[in-house]
């Protein structure tokens, strides 16, 4: 029995190529010729065309949902291709949004496909959720995840939401017109430092495709009507262990309604609090020129890289020196580093980076800066032939 009514209604009838497309479809007693015209009238957004999304928008596709939007606004990588399977290696270089175009169209023409080329905001969050009865949020940070949920909210819309890290997946559906919503799960935003992202700590590239199918399902199954959909409760897949296994979240009882949409960077303290009249970047120009002056012996600094040390391994920048920021966020490296000295830290792309500085500033280190763009930026201005990842 279904927990909730069909999210969509019906369109007109199948055709005949319809029927045939999807045959296996229309065998299905829950599903049959009326929910198979409710998925072709259904409208679905899906923010992210990375590992999540590569899965999700192709069965989406296959299962014959009428309308697709898409939000993303990177670009096809070499190091996407170990999880992001709608891309392919002639893709490299171009849009992400064109590369999943050219996938879903090839394999269901009779899906709208709708390209949103831009960073999802709470300036376009709640215009861009309009025009879509469901999200599917595929993306890779706190931050979006919390304004997907606040402006699905806000319109009274569902969200599936998916969640990869390394072997473990988590999956669940949101509503918070029907139950718990995103807030309810994690009412606080991690502390910095605390959790690494894909891009730091890896994902096991098959755990996508499990991960992203099961949010397909989800989405089928509300604007369909059938099944159990996993409101309130959170699906986690161990694929080491091969094992899922279930935990139930309720809504809170004194929550707020959720009425506007917020600061998501500084609510997830992605930037962190420090003078902004101070200066506190350098350039990878400017550290090339240290660096050889470091050399001759015409100054001295500390270069400290704070990444893990599986991504020191890949790439660094030479005469660096690797201290992971959680040995400086616990304290337990503070005796490393001197506060009479110069510092330089760096990371990837500067994120963490200029968190280990507020965190420093806040230990009372006044002569520390970071690495603007990180490593990233360093091998694309400096070292070319170095890898990225």
Avoid at 23 to 42: D, F, V, Y
Avoid at 308 to 327: A, F, H, K, M, T
Avoid at 377 to 386: G, H, L, Q
Wanted: net charge negative; hydrophobic share 40%; proline share 5%.
């Amino acid at each position: 029995m279904s927990c909730l009514p069909p999210l969509v209604e019906p369109a007109a009838d199948l055709t005949t190529a319809e029927v045939q497309r999807y045959s296996r479809h229309l065998l299905i007693p829950e599903i049959g010729a009326i929910g198979q015209r409710r998925l072709k009238n259904a409208r679905v957004l899906v923010v992210g065309a990375g590992g999540l999304g590569s899965p999700a928008l192709l069965y989406l596709a296959a299962a014959g949902v009428g309308t697709i939007g898409i939000v993303d606004d990177d670009i096809v990588e070499l190091s996407n291709l170990q999880r992001q399977v709608i891309h392919g290696v002639m893709d490299i270089g171009r849009s992400k949004l064109a590369s999943a175009q050219d996938a879903v169209e090839n394999l269901n023409p009779l899906v709208n496909v709708r390209l949103h080329d831009t960073r999802l905001d709470s300036h376009n969050a709640l215009d861009l959720f309009a025009d879509y009865d469901l999200i599917l949020d595929g993306s890779d940070n706190f931050a979006t995840r919390y304004l997907v949920n606040d402006a699905a909210a806000i319109m009274g819309k569902p969200s599936v939401w998916g969640s990869i890290y390394r072997f473990d997946g988590q999956v669940s559906v949101f509503w918070e017109r029907h139950g718990p919503t995103y807030r309810d799960l994690y009412p606080e935003a991690p502390s910095t430092g605390s959790v690494s992202s894909c891009a730091e700590g890896g994902v096991f590239g098959m755990l996508c495709a499990a991960i992203g199918s099961v949010m397909v399902t989800e989405a089928v199954k509300l604007i369909t009507g059938v099944g159990k959909p996993l409101l309130g409760r959170v699906l986690l897949f161990d694929a080491l262990a091969s094992t899922w296994r279930e935990i139930k979240v309720s809504k809170d009882p004194t929550g707020k309604p959720i009425t506007e949409l917020a600061d998501y960077q500084l609510f997830c303290r992605m930037i962190p609090e420090r003078d902004p009249g101070v200066d506190k970047t350098v350039s990878v120009h400017q550290l090339s020129t240290m660096l050889a002056d470091r050399s001759a012996g015409l100054c001295d600094f500390d270069l400290i890289d704070v990444r893990e040390p599986r991504e020191y391994e890949i790439v660094s920048i030479p005469g660096s020196w690797l201290i992971p920021q959680d040995r400086i966020f616990s304290g337990i490296a503070l005796t490393e580093l001197r506060q009479d000295r110069n510092i330089i830290v760096h990371c990837k792309s500067g994120i963490r980076s200029a968190a280990v500085l507020a965190e420093l500033a806040a230990q009372g280190y006044t002569r520390v800066e970071y690495l603007q763009g990180g490593v990233l930026a360093w091998v694309n201005e400096m070292e070319p032939t170095k890898p990225v990842y």
